[in-house]
């Protein structure tokens, strides 16, 4: 063998030292990253990014400013987690808490529900516009209807031929009182201005319907209004419909907490009429999240639907189980990426991470509480560089917000490096 191949032969040998030394380094980073759970026994195939676990395991030990700061990636293709840092820590989820309720009231109720609101009639017509019966109002839940969207309920009266009745207006409500602010809400949070009408209570609602029904030209006394169910006998004139798509786009592109806190009330109401609703509807959510969703955490806290109560705690692990979840159901899956914000187009996203490696390439729920502890939560899913879709969380406290939100981008600027 002559000098010029032992030469080759050891640059090769050096080589495969050099090879084998960097898998050993990406497997020691993939072992040893904070949180991360043993896959061994994952059925699926398919591998996680290595190199992206190496590089979130970097970010996460990174010199930051001070407060509380976790976060968890899911490989929602490879069916495995990809790195985690204190992903178990329970902090405060602000409006990440609308994707539970929103996957929760959606796998209750269906993709399909909506939210009917209803006037209707017995009885006969005279010829003078004499309704010899009674007309009723049902209300339902429907948390867009406003007091000029019964103008044309009211209408439809009319031209029935009905001027007045000889029996009774029947109101039948669900919500006879208007809706307060839950327990430990700042109330500067909520605009009560926002709830839908028939979230305000009995006194409103029913001086609406009178006022729309007399400007119509139908004569309703005082003594015929009655708030009751409605009896048998009754037919539908007139309805107003709303597809629950249109609540989940509200709570989660927008971030409504009206929107968010009207399908708790409808979640409460669909388990147990009789019950209070907000008691019912959060019970609920918790049972979904550990017999649905598989996370059963003693540190997990719900107070409401919306996210506003300070005291609510979810984490990164269980906000990407939540995602994983309605990933899996094809129908919550495009609501999910239909109504969920994308980074730098729209929603509570349309001015952050506008930059050409995420734009466009990121869709999440924001949680923002900026009072008085600077709490900032985002998850959501995007592509990874190897095409595999992610699910993923990243959570804070006691930290300013704008702090939050830089740390947010770059670990979204990390993950999502898949072109298409």
Request: aromatic fraction near 6%.
């Amino acid at each position: 063998m002559n000098r010029r191949l032992l030469t080759i032969l050891s640059g090769a040998a050096v080589a495969v030292v050099l090879v084998v030394t960097v898998c050993v380094a990406v497997h020691k980073c993939s072992a040893t990253g904070d949180g991360i759970t043993d896959t061994e026994a994952v059925v699926n195939p398919l591998p996680i990014d290595t190199l992206l676990r190496c590089n979130l395991d970097e970010f996460a030990h990174q010199k930051r400013v001070e407060g509380n700061f976790a976060f968890h990636v899911f490989d929602i293709t490879a069916e495995k987690p990809v790195y985690g840092y204190n992903e178990t820590m329970a902090l405060p989820s602000a409006s990440c808490m609308k994707l539970l309720s929103g996957i929760a009231g959606l796998h209750l109720l269906g993709i399909d529900y909506r939210y009917e609101t209803r006037m209707m009639t017995r009885g006969k017509m005279a010829a003078d516009g004499m309704l010899n019966g009674d007309i009723a109002f049902v209300a339902g839940l429907h948390p867009q209807l406003m007091e000029a969207d019964l103008t044309p309920l009211a209408q439809k009266l009319k031209n029935s031929g009905i001027k007045k009745l000889s029996g009774k207006l029947y109101v039948d409500l669900i919500i006879d009182e208007p809706v307060k602010c839950e327990e430990h809400w700042f109330p500067w949070d909520l605009s009560f201005s926002r709830y839908g009408l028939l979230y305000k209570g009995e006194q409103r609602i029913v001086r609406a319907l009178r006022a729309s029904l007399r400007a119509q030209g139908i004569a309703v006394a005082d003594s015929q209004v009655t708030v009751q169910p409605v009896p048998q006998g009754f037919k539908t004139i007139a309805s107003a419909s709303l597809s629950i798509d249109e609540v989940i786009k509200r709570m989660w592109k927008n971030s409504s907490n009206t929107q968010s806190t009207s399908l708790l009330y409808t979640i409460g109401h669909a388990i147990d009429s009789t019950q209070d609703p907000v008691k019912t509807g959060v019970r609920y959510m918790n049972e979904f999240l550990r017999q649905e969703v598989g996370v059963s955490d003693s540190t997990i806290v719900i107070h409401d639907g919306c996210g506003l109560c300070t005291h609510n705690r979810l984490t990164p692990q269980s906000l990407t189980s939540i995602l994983y979840y309605g990933y899996k159901d094809e129908k919550i899956r495009e609501s999910l990426m239909r109504n969920l914000s994308v980074a730098g187009v729209d929603g509570t996203l349309a001015r952050e991470m506008t930059g050409p490696r995420i734009r466009g390439k990121v869709w999440a729920k924001t949680g923002t509480l900026s009072h008085p502890y600077g709490i900032s939560t985002l998850a959501g899913f995007c592509k990874g560089a190897d095409g595999h879709w992610l699910a993923f969380a990243v959570m804070s406290s006691e930290m300013s917000v704008l702090d939050a939100r830089v740390l947010q981008r770059k670990l979204c600027e990390m993950l999502n490096l898949h072109t298409d």
